[in-house]
Nanobody
Framework: QVQLVESGGGLVQAGGSLRLSCAASGSIFSINTMGWYRQAPGKQRELVAR???????NYADSVKGRFTISRDNAKNTVYLQMNSLKPEDTAVYYC?????????????????WGQGTQVTVSS
């Protein structure tokens, strides 16, 4: 199976920056789509940013121009650089990776979520 470990959340003042990381480990054959989602209290989980294996990216309108998603395939890691943070960015951030892993002598698809990391932006 595939495990994800997130890091980089914390408390920051409005206008500040944070960088989130999500590292995957396990019997990984390939990782296709890597994404970041967030969930604020009382709200549904929403897509923040996503990057494909071809480095095509898409962002939520609310973060365009402020957040940048990137990936390091050699490290099976996805990053989210968050600049000009706003109080409304406060949420638990989750990474989601989709790909293929080794299962014995077979290859199987996986979709895994990170444990979540809290980002709090004070005004």
């Amino acid at each position: 199976q595939v495990q994800l470990v997130e890091s980089g959340g914390g408390l920051v003042q409005a206008g500040g920056s944070l960088r989130l990381s999500c590292a995957a480990s396990g019997s990984i054959f390939s990782i296709n789509t890597m994404g970041w989602y967030r969930q604020a209290p009382g709200k549904q989980r929403e897509l923040v940013a996503r990057i494909t294996s071809g480095d095509s990216t898409n962002y939520a309108d609310s973060v365009k121009g402020r957040f940048t998603i990137s990936r390091d395939n050699a490290k099976n890691t996805v990053y989210l650089q968050m600049n000009s943070l706003k109080p409304e960015d406060t949420a638990v951030y989750y990474c989601n990776l989709q790909g293929i892993y080794y299962s014995g002598t077979s290859l199987r698809a996986f979709g895994s979520w990170g444990q979540g990391t809290q980002v709090t932006v004070s005004s």
